[in-house]
């Protein structure tokens, strides 16, 4: 009878310790979820590099943007086939698989062509809803920002932008994927929406 008792005892004591044990691990994983998507699209590569250095810096989830029918792997064909109007300027996308509901800032980032920002992030923009987050743009050129920051701006009337970035790279075939900004720049802009500094 004696032993009976000591060992219900030390049962329900095991118990009570895995139900708050999990608890306490639930609450941990809950605590750390990230509110923080860095969402881009890139043609050369130079949007990804710094959507990979924000990533590290912000230990945020991340998200890439791709055309439904992909753009020639050629730069020169690209750019010709944009100026002769061949690509159609509203491109469709992949759909978004992200539950982009559980994110309350998000970092965009794209390529400029033709003055503009990406027809890709431009579509992504027009399909899917940022109202209410907090938001920091940049647009990858080669020194010809052009109206980027006024296409942010329409597509996004819904959200708060906190920062700007002009990510200007090189203008030449040697030196297209060379960046001219500095880092001092990028790391100010990333403040801007963690309103804190950052970790180095
Ligand atoms: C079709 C096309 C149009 C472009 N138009 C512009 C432009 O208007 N202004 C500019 O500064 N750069 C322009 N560029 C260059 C890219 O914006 C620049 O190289 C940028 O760094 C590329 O970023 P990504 O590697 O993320 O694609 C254009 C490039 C392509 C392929």
Partial sequence: MKIK???????????????????????????????????????????KTIAEYAKKKLTADILELEPKIP???????????????????????????INLKKYKKIVLITCVWWYGISPVMKKFLKEYDLSDKDVIVASANAGGLGHSFEDYKTLLSKSNIKGELDLVFGSQENDRNKLKTSYKEIDDWLNKLTAKPLNN
């Fill in 5 to 47: 008792f000591i060992y219900n005892l030390i049962l329900s004591a095991v118990m009570i310790f895995c139900v708050a044990g999990y608890s306490l691990a639930e609450q941990k994983t809950q605590g750390k979820r990230n509110d923080t998507l860095i969402i881009y699209y890139s043609y050369t590569g130079n949007s």
């Fill in 71 to 97: 753009f020639s792997t050629d730069y020169d064909t690209v750019v010709k086939e944009w100026q002769n109007n061949d690509i159609k300027k509203d491109v469709e996308i992949k759909p978004v698989k």
